[in-house]
């Protein structure tokens, strides 16, 4: 389920209250929901997940992507959740790969260089070489 992008990220496709306790246990200290409610019948909703990370002690950020596309204060705003987590963080959507573009998106924006971006998410079995000219962007508005 988890795809552990590196030792500060790991992204999965959607989770479920009852899998919070595992989660935690596992190490992480917040969880990014990167998938819009109602998006597909049957999946809980954002607040049923933050009240079950909250009691678990977890922090709990929204930032939901559409299959619209990524906007310049969705990357800042996840820049802001993994800067602001003190520790490890699992980040989920439908599959897992709106939440890993817009980690590496965030790690653009931060910085990081995007070749390791893309080995990094390549490693976690996502192909982001589509990112690049994004990715790109995205660092040089934020530098």
């Known amino acids: 389920m988890l795809r ?66 990524f906007s310049f204060p969705q990357v800042q705003a996840m820049i802001a959740a993994l800067e602001d987590a003190g520790g490890p963080v699992l980040a989920y959507c439908r599959s897992g790969t709106r939440s890993c573009n817009l980690w590496a998106l965030a790690g653009a924006g931060l910085g990081e260089d995007p070749d390791t971006l893309t080995a990094k998410a390549a490693g976690a079995g996502y192909d982001i070489s589509g990112l690049r000219p994004l990715m790109d962007a995205v660092a040089q508005q934020a530098g």
Request: aromatic share 4%.
């Open 4 to 69: 552990s992008i590196d030792a500060m990220i790991a992204v999965a496709p959607q989770i479920r209250p009852d899998d919070i306790p595992a989660i935690a246990a596992a190490g992480y200290v917040a969880i990014v929901n990167n998938r819009p409610d109602g998006e597909e019948a049957g999946q809980p909703d954002g607040d049923a997940i933050r009240a079950a990370a909250e009691a678990a002690g977890l922090s709990y950020t929204a930032i939901p992507v559409t299959h619209a596309g």
